[in-house]
């Protein structure tokens, strides 16, 4: 299981730098959560202001 980021992303960038598997990128369309490397320790979902991160 990973996390992933909704369309409710406002693209703070808040989520990316509190990643510890830095799993979190920003990409041409937005922020993305890599599955391979996310742990799913549900950190990322405290800091986004907008709750537009949930368990995939
Ligand atoms: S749940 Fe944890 S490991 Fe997965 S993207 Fe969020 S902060 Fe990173
Ligand atoms: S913290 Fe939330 S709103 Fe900000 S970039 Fe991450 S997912 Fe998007």
């Known amino acids: 299981m990973a ?3 909704t369309d ?6 808040k989520c990316e730098f509190v990643c510890p598997e ?9 922020y993305r959560i890599d599955p391979d490397l996310c742990d ?6 405290y800091v986004c202001p ?5 368990p995939d």
């Open 3 to 5: 996390y992933e980021i």
């Open 8 to 13: 409710k992303c406002i693209k703070c960038g």
């Open 22 to 30: 830095d799993a979190i990128k920003r990409g041409w369309t937005g």
């Open 40 to 45: 799913s320790c549900g950190g990322c979902t």
């Open 50 to 54: 907008v709750k537009a991160i949930e």
